[in-house]
Structure formats: C-alpha cells, structure tokens
C-alpha cells in the first residue's frame, strides 16, 4: 500500500512539473530564454537568428535551426499623371468575329458553337469582320471548318451551313466591333499613354470582354446626363467625335490603355499607392456637360487592399449636392472618372450600385498602372521580336 502510494505520489509530481513545463513554454517570452512562473520555473537556451558566411560566396540566415530564404527588396517608384475626367470616344475592333447568340436548331448550336466563342478562321481563311465570315460561308462547299477560340484555347469544328433564302448561314449572330463613350483617367506624360474607363469593354450581349485587335481613342462631347434613380441606372448623353486623339492597344479588366498621338497638358500629380488609399473625403473629376471635367466631393467608404488587381477595390459614395442634383450621383459613361484624395490620384470610379446610385466601385490608380505597363512591356518585346 505504501509503495503504490508513493508511486501516486510521484505520477502527480510528473504531472505538476509537465503542466509547469507547459504552461512555461506558453507564456515563454522569445527569442532569448524561455520562462515562465506559474507552478514553477521553466528555463532554457533558445537559438535565435544566426548568419553564417557560405566558401562560394553570400550568406546563410537560420532562425531556430531552419533556413531563412532571402527576400529581395524592389523598391517601386512613383509615378507622376496628368489627372484625366474628360470623355473620350471609345472604338473597337474585335480580334476575330464574337458569337453572341445562336439561333435554336441551327448548324452553329448543334456543332457546339455558343455565345462568347471568338471565331478566327474559316476554311483556312482568317476573319475579323462580319462581312469576312459571311463570304467565306458563302465560299464553303457541303461542310465547312471552323476555328473557335473559347478562354485560353482553341477548338476546330466542321460543321454543314443551311441554305436561308438562297444564303449560306451558320445560324449565329456575330459582332466584330464596339463603340461608346467613357472618362480618360490619367495620362502618362513619360511614356506617352493614356488610361481610361477602370472597367473592361465588354460585349453588352454576352458580357465577355471583347478580345482587341485595334481601336481608335477619339474627342466626345457630353450633351446631359439622365438621372439614376433606385433600381435604374441613369447615363451621359453625348457624341463621339471625328477627331482621333490616339490609339487603342489594350482592353484589360482594370480598364482601356492606349498611345495619344498629341501633346499632353495638364499639371502631373504624383500616384497613390494602394496602401496610401483611406477611407475619408476625397473628390472625382468628370463631366456631365460639354467637354470639361468639373471636381465634385466624394467619400470613400471602404478600401479593399485583397482585390489587388480587380476594378472593385473600394466603395465610394457621391456626396457633392451639384453631382446629386444633375444626375442623381454615378451613371454611365462616368466609369473612368480619377479620385484625388491628399494631392495624389487615387484611383478611378468602375461600378454604380444599381439600387443606389449615389454609391458605387472604384478600382485603385497603382492596378491601372501596373497593367498599363504590363501589356506596354509585353507589346515591346513582340514588336522586338516577330
């Protein structure tokens, strides 16, 4: 009996000195000892950061015997924009022809053709308009071969044209091209490029951003603006121009970049990076009538550092009584419209909330940026190389 207690006695002893070792290791405070008071004293020698010179060259960083992997620092400068709010015209040719609808029954729906789908070629023969996908039907025998390009790749389908009124026809409605109006965001005085509309042009149809082959920046002028109202999206009124002021050369989901052919005026301000973004008053520029932006207060409600690349990054709601009185906040035609906010450009409005338009999107300048300068890298290495 007394040696059965005494070895009760002593399990309770290792139980006391575990739950002390425990309790030690959690409050320990690092990365010098670990200690801690509570049923008794934990103490012990922690390894902390060392750094060891490597025979070859350079150094290897451990901490608590595991390798630290090196991080290189870049450090980004900022960029200097001439600040836009003035409409522009916007015209686009799509890189193939768009499928946006396929009628019930016919040729193009039973092969697997389907709204979205880009068409390249028919019978070996590129297309890009809807007058050169109807003559190379037309020049089909029996069956025809079809190059879709769907997403990231691309799909051959045959299929057999019917004969409608003595014509040749797939059976599907096609685009080959956009147009409308938007709000320029910034330019670039460096690299000579403009930024415009936070939001892709997207077929109104289908919703897909409509692959660019070319496109054309033109003037515009704004005539009235149709009040938003709750569930009723409002809009500019306006005309596109004749005059060309630059070339189109990317279509993103952060907006339209492009080369202006002219000078370009205005004062340069400095880019604000993301995390430079706060919630609190700022102001937008746009035009909601003739040719010249006007500033008008906004205050931006949330700021979503996680969207890093998307053209909902914020949540700013239109407190500016002029703005509210003239178009009951954000409409149409406003997408692209800069955001000042501490003497630096902030961002550019994207989205209007349909049951609330004085509330809407933005998307962060350093997004517009950096895709800006991404598809300008990428063009310069193509036209460097084919």
């Known amino acids: 009996m007394e040696k059965a207690g005494k070895l009760i006695s002593g399990a309770l002893c290792w139980l006391v000195a575990a739950a002390a070792g425990v309790l030690g290791f959690y409050y320990a405070v690092l990365p010098g000892t670990l200690s801690a008071e509570t049923f008794g004293t934990v103490t012990g020698n922690f390894c902390g950061a060392r750094v060891r010179e490597l025979s070859g060259g350079g150094c290897r960083y451990t901490l608590c015997g595991m ?15 001439i600040p836009g709010g003035e409409p522009f015209g916007i015209k686009l040719r799509t890189d193939g022809v768009m499928v946006v609808s396929v ?9 697997g053709i389907r709204a979205g789908d880009m068409i390249t070629s028919v019978n070996g023969v590129e297309v890009g308009t809807n007058s050169e996908i109807g003559e190379a039907v037309q020049r089909s025998s029996e069956c025809c071969t079809v190059i879709v390009r769907r997403g990231n790749g691309e799909k051959q389908i045959r299929l057999t044209p019917e004969s409608v009124d003595g014509c040749l026809r797939l059976g599907a409605w096609v685009r080959d091209s956009a147009a409308g109006i938007g709000t320029m965001t910034f330019c670039d005085p460096d690299a000579g490029m403009f930024a415009g509309l936070g939001h892709p042009v997207s077929d109104v149809t ?9 496109g054309e920046a033109t003037t515009a002028e704004i005539y009235s603006a149709i009040r938003g109202r709750n569930g009723e999206t409002g809009e500019l009124c306006g005309e596109l121009c004749e005059k060309v002021i630059g070339s189109i050369d990317q279509n993103t989901q952060v907006g339209v970049f492009g080369t202006l052919d002219g000078e370009m005026s205005g004062t340069p301000m400095p880019m604000a990076f993301r995390q430079e973004v706060k919630c609190g008053p700022a102001v937008i ?51 692209g419209s800069p955001i000042i906010q501490n003497g630096m450009i902030a961002g ?26 991404s598809g300008a890298a990428q063009a310069a290495l193509f036209y460097r190389f084919i």
């Open 285 to 335: 520029l746009a035009t909601i009538q003739g040719m010249e932006p006007q500033e008008y207060s906004i205050e931006i409600e949330k700021v979503n550092l996680c969207a890093m690349g998307g053209s909902k990054s914020m949540v700013i709601r239109v407190t500016d009584e002029r703005l509210l009185d003239s178009a009951g906040g954000i409409v149409r035609g406003m997408s």
């Open 67 to 81: 390798e630290i992997k090196p991080v290189e620092l870049k450090v980004k400068a900022r960029k200097m924009l």
């Open 206 to 214: 289908t919703g897909e951003l409509m692959p660019l082959s070319s």
């Open 103 to 111: 009628n019930t029954g016919s040729p193009a729906e039973k092969c």
């Open 348 to 373: 550019a409005v994207t989205h209007v909330f349909v049951n609330d338009p004085t509330r809407g999107y933005a998307v962060f300048a350093e997004s517009m940026v950096d895709e800006m300068e």
